[in-house]
Each structure stands twice: as structure tokens, then as C-alpha cells.
């Protein structure tokens, strides 16, 4: 399905992709649905199959599509963001500023605050309308802080009242001469917070990238999201550079993406922009499944050489990449040998490490992914992550969709009995599985994991928790959870819910 850049607004992942939140089965059941589905996530058919989701009485943890999207303005160099909101959706540029702050001393970029401001709308606002004091906000957020971009991302509240946003957008930008991005997000559009990646792309996409004069035949796009340039490495030996782009970017990077020879992403829950690079740009977007394990990762930089005309050196490079980790490697996986494994990660990211877990010889059989695409923007069906998960690795029998849910996340460890836990964020899942004495490895930076030196990467990590047993046995036997006695014995993680929508 075709992108629509013309409008200000994405359409939601809900609505273009069918991407639900709640589910129980097999990994294997769910790829084979995925595959005959594409769209409504309440119940689209195709080919006679049905994709459902489950429902949940009740949430004890939620995230916003707000969130993401505004975090990923705010890091882009020499901008300001602009919150149409009440103060306290404001409250996530905490997080914002050490994340940047990570990221400038990782890159050696000036180390400082983002910028951000708030409309800080009341309940006068709420009820005639905030229209006046967003174009004033953006008049103080150029003249306080002299951005060369000024995006304004909308709230739940700005939604509900309906405030002509991209009006006051173009006014106020014809007024001061520099772009003014509309970031249409309000949290209620849609069930999952990946929808906030969309919308910072589609930002991009319609304001940022100009229309290249010419390409640069040595230069790819990765899309990541921030964190270590493990990319570089990778591409270089193949004579490419990378243009990293999204966790942190100058306009001027975002402005070359369209003078590319190909664009890759480290998850395909980032594939909006690589679809709308390729749709718009005839930047050609790499769909080999994404590089984790090994296989994967020597089908993924024969693509790449493929698209960009340098596969007379890339078998070279495979044969002397799998040589140099080949001893460390053997090492890992005679340490690992029978542990038990549980991931719990969004999408496309929890399939990558499943395969790396399975390619140390760990062993998994439950995982909890925090939503699940049945298709890309692409549509090509060698982004089917799950579906390359199954086939390569064989199936997971116990795997769990939930955002993020505590109730359900405990009962699925009850279930797997897992020797450690790897996970996205420090947050929810990581707390938690250290209250139950699992010991816990925390990913915050997704690039963890991907290529031959990721694969290694994992295997030390895992290395250095497990010792850490008796530490997280500590912590369990000094906590208690908030759950009935039934509940704290219950395995199925969706034990309360009703019957299929």
C-alpha cells in the first residue's frame, strides 16, 4: 500500500498495517495467520485465514505515540519541539534530555539540553480553543532559542478539541522563514506507541528530504535508534559509509537521504521511512531479513553488495567475518549450552534476538513481544521477521503479544521458568523479572545484537548476569506482588481475558 505524503498526518499502524497488541499462541501459529492478513487488525480476511486479537479486562501499564515521536524531534540537532499540550505531557523531556545527553558524549557532539517548550494549555484553552497561544509559542520558541527547525506535536487534548494545528503551522512559518513540522500524535489514534515512529518519519519525509540532484554511490541510510555506530564496521569493508539516521541527526543528514544508494533499518518497525524513500526518492530500500545470527547477517550484506554493485568482494568479507569470530563463538555457545532464554522486546526486535539466543545455542520457548505487524509498508514478504524467525530457527510455542502488561508478563515467566531474561528498556519487564529472581539483561540500545560482533556482544552479556543468581534471589524473597493467590500460580498469561473480538 502506497504511502500518502500529501497529507499532514499518518495514517496509524492500526489502520495501514493491522498491528495488534494482544495475543497467545505459537510463534509459528501467529506467522502462518500473519501471512494471510493484511490490514484491520479485527479481523481482515484473505486467503480464508483470520487474525484476531485477544482483549484484556483491564491495563496496569500504557505507553503514548506521543512520546516517541516528540523524543525523536527533540534530538534533532538545532530544533526546537513544541508540546501543543498540557504540561504534564511534558513530562517525558526528562528522559529526552539524558538520552541525548548519552547520545552527544557517545558522538562528541556538544554536550546540552534539548529544547523543548510547552503550549501548557488550561481549561479556559480546553474550551475555547488553543489556536492563539500555539502560534505565540512558536514565536517565543524561535526568537528564545533561534532553531532552524520547529516541530509542533499535537496532544490527546489538542485532538479532542480539534485546534487547527497545521494553520497555525504554515502562518506562524511564513511570519519567521524556517520550517514548521507538523507532528500529528495524539495518544488515543492508535492502540500501540509505534505509531509515534511513523509519525516523526512522515515529519521527515514531507518537509526534510529535499529531492537529491545527484547520488553518492558509496552512501547508505540506516535507520536505528540511536546508540553505538555498530555499522560502520559492517559496511565499510564493502567500501560503503553509513548516513545514520534517526537517534540523533542533523538537518543535514536527514537532507542526504535521498542522495543515497540504499537504505537499511536495524527493525523493521522503522520500515516507514526506508518504504517512503524508495516510493518517493528511488532510494532502494535492502529487504533481506534483518542481521542477526549468522546466516542472516551473510544474506543481508549480499543484498546490500547486490544493490550497490559490490558483489565481487562481499563473500571475502562473510568468509573472513565468520573466521575471526569462529573461536569466541565456540567458546559462547559450549557456556550457553542448555540455559534457558526468555526475550521480551517490540516486533521485529524480540524476533532478532530470539534468532541470536538461538544461534548461541541458548534455549527458548516463550517470549513476550509488545505488538505485532502482520505486514510492513513494503509488503514484501522478506520482511516477515516472525515467519524467518520460524523457519530458520523452528517454532517458539509459548509467544505472548501484550503492551507491555505486568499481570501478563508474570504469568508467562511463571511459565518459561527462564534461567535469565533479555529485554528492551530498563523498565517494567526488567523490574519485574528481578522481583521474581530472574536474573535480567536489559537492552536499551537496539543496535545490541545485530551483525557478527553483536552476536557476541549478547553471548558476554549473558555471560555476565547469570553469575548474578543468588543477588536476584534476594531481591525475590523481600518482594511481594499485588495479586491474589490464583493469580500468582496462573500461567496463561491470558487467562482473564474474553473471547476473541
Known amino acids: 500500500?502506497?504511502?500518502?505524503?500529501?497529507?499532514?498526518?499518518?495514517?496509524?499502524?492500526?489502520?495501514?498495517?493491522?498491528?495488534i497488541t494482544q495475543w497467545e499462541g505459537s510463534a509459528r501459529q501467529l506467522a502462518r495467520d500473519s501471512a494471510f492478513t493484511y490490514g484491520c487488525s479485527k479481523g481482515c480476511e484473505k486467503g480464508g485465514r483470520r487474525l484476531c486479537e485477544q482483549s484484556s479486562p483491564f491495563a496496569q501499564a500504557s505507553m503514548c505515540a506521543e512520546h516517541i515521536a516528540v523524543t525523536n524531534a527533540t534530538i534533532i540537532q538545532q530544533s526546537v519541539v513544541v508540546q501543543h499540550a498540557p504540561i504534564g505531557c511534558a513530562a517525558s523531556q526528562s528522559f529526552t534530555a539524558r538520552y541525548y545527553r548519552d547520545l552527544a558524549a557517545r558522538r562528541g557532539w556538544k554536550l546540552e539540553d534539548p529544547k523543548s517548550i510547552c503550549s501548557n494549555l488550561g481549561e479556559q484553552d480546553m474550551v475555547f480553543g488553543g489556536v492563539e497561544r500555539l502560534e505565540q509559542t512558536i514565536r517565543d520558541a524561535f526568537a528564545r532559542h533561534h532553531p532552524r527547525v520547529i516541530f509542533v506535536a499535537t496532544s490527546c487534548a489538542t485532538g479532542i478539541i480539534g485546534d487547527d494545528v497545521d494553520g497555525a503551522a504554515k502562518r506562524v512559518e511564513d511570519e519567521i522563514g524556517i520550517p514548521v513540522v507538523t507532528l500529528h500524535c495524539e495518544?488515543?489514534?492508535?492502540?500501540?506507541?509505534?505509531?509515534?515512529?511513523?509519525?516523526?518519519?512522515?515529519?521527515?519525509?514531507?518537509?526534510?528530504?529535499?529531492?537529491?540532484?545527484?547520488?553518492?554511490?558509496?552512501?547508505?541510510?540506516?535507520?536505528?535508534?540511536?546508540?553505538?555506530d555498530v555499522f560502520t564496521p559492517l559496511l565499510a569493508p564493502l567500501g560503503l559509509r553509513v548516513n545514520l539516521v534517526m537517534g540523533g541527526n542533523t538537518l543535514e543528514v536527514l537532507a542526504q537521504c535521498s542522495e543515497a544508494a540504499a537504505t537499511v533499518t536495524m527493525c523493521f518497525v522503522l520500515s516507514y521511512l526506508a518504504t517512503g524513500l524508495e516510493q518517493e526518492f528511488g532510494v532502494p530500500?535492502?529487504?533481506?531479513?534483518?542481521?542477526?545470527?549468522?546466516?542472516?547477517?551473510?544474506?543481508?550484506?549480499?543484498?546490500?553488495?547486490?544493490?550497490?554493485?559490490?558483489?565481487?568482494?562481499?563473500?571475502?568479507?562473510?568468509?573472513?567475518?565468520?573466521a575471526r569470530i569462529a573461536p569466541e563463538l565456540a567458546r559462547l555457545r559450549k557456556a550457553l549450552a542448555g540455559k534457558r532464554g526468555f526475550v521480551a522486546a517490540g516486533a521485529a526486535f524480540a524476533h532478532g534476538l530470539l534468532a541470536d539466543l538461538r544461534e548461541l545455542g541458548v534455549v527458548v520457548d516463550g517470549a513476550f513481544?509488545?505488538?505485532?505487524?502482520?505486514?510492513?509498508?513494503?509488503g514484501?514478504?522478506?520482511?516477515?521477521?516472525?515467519?524467518?524467525?520460524?523457519?530458520?530457527?523452528?517454532?517458539?510455542?509459548?509467544y505472548t503479544v501484550s503492551p507491555d502488561q505486568h499481570f501478563q508478563a508474570h504469568a508467562a515467566l511463571l511459565r518459561a521458568k527462564p534461567d535469565f531474561v533479555i529485554c528492551r528498556h530498563s523498565g517494567t519487564m526488567a523490574v519485574l523479572a528481578g522481583r521474581m529472581g530472574i536474573p535480567v539483561l536489559p537492552i536499551f540500545y537496539s543496535n545490541d545484537g545485530l551483525g557478527y560482533d553483536g552476536l557476541l556482544t549478547i553471548g558476554r552479556a549473558i555471560l555476565r548476569v547469570l553469575p548474578r543468581k543468588r543477588f536476584y534471589d534476594d531481591i525475590a524473597a523481600h518482594s511481594t506482588f499485588p495479586y491474589q493467590p490464583s493469580w500468582l500460580a496462573e500461567t496463561n498469561p491470558y487467562a482473564l481475558s474474553a473471547e476473541p473480538a
Open 187 to 228: 495518544g488515543f489514534k492508535s492502540k500501540h506507541w509505534s505509531s509515534g515512529w511513523d509519525v516523526i518519519e512522515h515529519g521527515i519525509l514531507r518537509r526534510l528530504v529535499p529531492h537529491a540532484p545527484q547520488r553518492q554511490a558509496d552512501l547508505i541510510n540506516v535507520i536505528h535508534l540511536g546508540g553505538p
Open 380 to 398: 514484501d514478504p522478506q520482511q516477515d521477521s516472525l515467519g524467518h524467525l520460524v523457519e530458520t530457527w523452528g517454532d517458539v510455542p509459548n
Open 369 to 378: 513481544s509488545f505488538h505485532h505487524d502482520p505486514a510492513t509498508d513494503s
Open 285 to 322: 530500500e535492502v529487504k533481506a531479513p534483518l542481521p542477526y545470527g549468522l546466516d542472516a547477517t551473510d544474506d543481508w550484506l549480499r543484498d546490500i553488495a547486490k544493490l550497490t554493485g559490490r558483489e565481487d568482494r562481499v563473500e571475502a568479507i562473510i568468509a573472513s567475518e565468520r
Open 1 to 19: 500500500m502506497a504511502l500518502n505524503l500529501r497529507l499532514p498526518q499518518v495514517e496509524t499502524r492500526d489502520q495501514r498495517l493491522g498491528t
